[in-house]
């Protein structure tokens, strides 16, 4: 099965929701670097979260989710991007990486233990407009928790999250259940969306991992009438390039440039989200090293 998000919306109460499922993602995330089980477990939860946060915005644009405290991970970060359908592609797609970056070596699990005292930082960059970043403190337990608390201040929309991560099959899904903050009667709509998130909870992870997304659907709401849209498919890309190397490397003295050179042959860059290495040797450094003369 492809990586894929799934969004519907309820005919007859004012809420909607999203199912994702991410298997190749999640290995090609984990999959060069030496992650202990517990940090796998929460950044498969982190690229589940974001996967369903991006499908929530209505812009084509990026978006970055990180994690950062006093725990044992310095940091952790998902970045993905919204593509909107072309000719070639009819479906929208989320481009999607990320990435844990740990102080210290630890086998903790769970957000608290990995993260300790800390923020979660959401930062939305639209195509078009002003970026803007909410941050809210990591005052829950769990990641799903946080994140709704985030979408209660920031956003304040009522919006309940699950998230499920395997370890042995390499696979990360969620579900993502919101309010629509349309109509007159506001206290038959709370009550509506609790109903909806009760039912929401009898998901099980076996479910989420193997059912297509009309199957568990009915499965969980088959007495509501659900409007299934088209999905939108997910794909793990890192982006880096030599091009964003050199940019980098435009940024050295061209002093310190040669001195590299003279020790090394070469200057050698490593994607830290994807581990590709780029080397660049005198002859593709020379118009760094010439600048100077200009
Ligand atoms: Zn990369």
Redesign the pocket.
């Known amino acids: 099965m492809n990586d894929q998000l799934n969004r519907y919306l309820f005919a007859d109460k004012h809420a909607r929701g999203e199912l994702v499922l991410l298997n190749q993602c999640f290995q090609t995330m984990i999959e060069n670097h030496d992650y202990s089980q517990g940090v796998k477990q929460l950044l498969g939860e982190l690229l589940t979260a974001t996967s369903l946060l991006t499908a929530t915005l209505k812009i084509e644009g990026e978006i970055s989710v990180q994690l950062q405290g006093d725990g044992p991970v310095a940091y952790m970060a998902i970045n993905s991007s919204m593509i909107t359908a072309t000719a070639e592609n009819s479906l929208n797609s989320q481009h999607i ?1 990320g990435i844990a970056k740990l102080t210290t070596h630890s086998d903790a699990v769970g957000l608290k233990n990995l993260i300790g005292e800390g923020n979660m930082v959401i930062t939305i960059r639209p195509s078009n407009g002003e970026a803007y970043q909410g941050v809210v403190a990591l005052e829950h337990d769990t990641l799903a928790e946080c994140l709704c608390h985030y979408f209660e201040v920031s956003e304040q929309i009522p919006t309940k999250i699950w998230l499920f991560t395997d370890l042995e099959k390499n696979v990360s899904a969620g579900s993502l259940l919101q309010l629509l903050p349309d109509g007159d009667d506001k206290e038959q709509q709370l009550v509506d969306f609790e109903y909806l998130a009760q039912l929401t909870n009898t998901i099980k992870a076996e479910e989420i991992f193997t059912l297509p997304a009309n199957e568990l659907l009915y499965r969980l709401y088959h007495q509501e009438q659900v409007n299934l849209y088209e999905p939108q498919t997910i794909t793990y890309r ?4 030599a091009e964003k190397c050199l940019n980098a490397i435009a940024q050295i003295e061209p002093s310190e440039i040669k001195s590299i050179l003279a020790e090394q042959g070469k200057i050698s860059m490593t ?6 290495e780029y080397n660049f040797d005198e002859q593709k450094l020379a118009p760094f090293i010439d600048r100077t003369r200009h």
């Open positions: 990486r890192c982006g880096c390039s994607c830290e989200y994807c581990k590709t």
